[in-house]
């Protein structure tokens, strides 16, 4: 294995607190602050970031500060692994340690222009893409409570930074949801709405939400990956990050106050996301969560694993080509099945060891862009989504024989699953599956026939299905 050392080039001293980061995780660390590494490379200026995270991780803020916020990227395929200092952190923050106010007043900070989300699917506290009322925190904060979720934070810093007769900001989800941006706002605007309607008013005239397809692939990292980069570094880095070498970024082109450099770093800024979004959350993304339950339902445990069975990434491009991508508008300048191909060589890299158990986790928050919404695009038009349905067959059925991983509706999930009809109870659980898709005996039919075709043994049931 070849490895490469390269130092953050750029001075340092220079960064203002210019980006809030809320959610400060692997993500984070591997995809947006290194666009803007390289935007500072190409173009030099004082973006620096503040890294916050809100409930879970102050060691791990602690622990960047006891470096100056600077650490290590790894990107690394089965040859080679290239580090990469990355310096453009200026800070963080933490409720826990800093106060309930902290991230609030740093929102309402003069230079703030820009709050980066990574979240997760379930932090946006949302249903059918409007703000949940019925979700216990939001209800808590709307009654005046102190501000615990991202999207109370966000309005209780936007309420700060108003009442400071500041300028908007720009707030750029990096999550992997549909139209992140449009649900980012409706969860904010419903939120302030609810709390003070000329604050809604304000927001909307100041506050930009655009949208982005974000694409890197970085597990949580493991004493595996820490030792690959300390024998690469030549000594620990306990802050560093391993990932793939790819990365991308599609961004809409509406900042309300001042861009940072993520496109001299190698984003595309566009109009119109949701073409890019639709095609990674159904290939990549439904790819990822059909194998994180087929996979472990055949005994892998990675996503490698799962490639070099040749049977099973048969029927993963079979999924992505013949049922995902007939679901897609064609996007010009790119070939599906050259994407596709390239998507699968990816999951090949061993370096990654990217768990299953991972990726199935919230599957909840997941199934509907990346299953259940081309499937029903799929009934509509009468075309072949029969792997898909082994996907979500073989969620049902690893909902009752695996060991549970972390879903905000596991409980209800759970229950269901283990219940005398499995696929309806699960299928028929609230605001998870959309209404339309449903109603239509044969989404319910087709699953069902999976799910007896998985019981009678998943290696058989993908050997069959790989022939048909
Ligand atoms: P992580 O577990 O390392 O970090 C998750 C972050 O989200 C933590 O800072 C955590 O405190 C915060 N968080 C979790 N639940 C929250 C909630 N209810 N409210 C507010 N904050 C909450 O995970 P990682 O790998 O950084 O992924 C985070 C998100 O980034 C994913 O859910 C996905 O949407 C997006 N993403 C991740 C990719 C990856 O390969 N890891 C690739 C593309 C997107
Ligand atoms: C994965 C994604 O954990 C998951 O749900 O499907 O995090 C995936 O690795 C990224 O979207 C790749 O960009």
């Known amino acids: 294995m070849t490895s490469a050392l390269i130092p953050c080039p750029y001075e340092r001293t220079f960064l203002k607190p210019r980006i809030l980061h809320i959610g400060f995780g692997a993500f984070a660390r591997a995809h947006p602050m290194v666009f803007l590494h390289h935007g500072l490379v190409a173009e030099g200026g004082d973006w620096g970031v503040v890294a916050a995270r809100l409930n879970s991780g102050v060691e791990a803020l ?12 790894a990107e690394a395929d089965s040859d080679t692994i290239k580090l990469r200092e990355i310096g453009v952190l200026c800070g963080t923050c933490h409720p826990a340690r800093d106060g309930e106010d902290a991230i609030p007043a740093l929102i309402a900070t003069p230079d703030m222009s820009v709050i980066l989300l990574t979240i997760t699917e379930k932090g946006y506290c949302t249903k059918e893409g409007q703000l949940d009322l019925e979700h216990a925190a939001i209800q808590a904060e709307l009654a005046g409570g102190a501000p615990t979720t991202a999207i109370g934070v966000l309005v209780a810093g936007l309420q700060c930074r108003r009442a400071a007769g500041l300028g908007g900001v ?7 949801q549909p139209d992140n941006g449009a649900l980012t706002r409706a969860a904010v605007l419903g939120f302030a709405e ?35 980069v300390t024998s690469a570094l030549g000594r620990a880095d306990p802050n560093a990050i391993l990932c793939e070498p790819f990365r991308q970024w599609v961004i809409e082109d509406d900042f309300a106050n001042g861009r940072p450099p993520f496109a001299e770093g190698g984003a595309m800024l566009v109009a119109d996301v949701q073409p890019f979004e639709e095609m990674k959350l159904r290939l990549l993304n439904g790819a990822h969560t059909t194998l994180a339950w087929l996979g472990q339902l055949l005994g892998y445990q990675t996503v490698a694993d799962c490639m070099a069975d040749k049977e099973l990434r048969a029927l993963v491009r079979h999924l992505m080509l013949a049922e995902q991508a007939a679901t897609l508008r064609p996007l010009e300048g790119i070939d599906l099945a050259a994407y596709a191909d390239e998507l699968l060589k990816r999951f090949e890299n061993t370096r990654l060891r990217h768990r299953l158990d991972q ?8 199934m509907p862009q990346r299953l259940f919404t081309p499937i029903a695009a799929n009934l509509e038009a009468k075309r072949d989504w029969s792997v898909s349905a082994v996907a979500v067959a073989a969620w049902i059925i690893g909902l009752r024989s695996l060991t549970p991983v972390p879903d905000p509706r596991q409980d209800d999930l759970r229950w269901a699953a283990l219940g005398d009809d499995p696929v309806a109870g699960v299928l028929s659980l609230p605001s998870l599956v959309p209404d339309a898709l449903r109603a239509r005996a044969e989404f319910q039919t087709t699953i069902s026939a999976a799910f007896d075709r998985l019981q009678g043994g998943a290696k058989s049931a993908v050997t069959t299905i790989a022939k048909e």
């Not at 720009?170 to 992997?176: A, E, F, K």
Request: net charge negative.
């Open 359 to 366: 990726i199935a986790s919230d599957s909840s928050q997941k």
């Open 194 to 228: 609810a709390l003070d309607r000329n604050l809604a008013e304000w927001i909307r005239t100041h506050v930009r939400f655009p949208s982005s397809m974000v694409d890197r692939i970085v597990p949580a990292m493991t004493d595996d990956s820490h030792a690959v």
């Open 170 to 176: 720009t707030i750029l989800s990096c999550d992997n």
């Open 62 to 73: 602690d622990g960047l500060d006891e470096v100056q916020g600077q650490y290590h990227v």
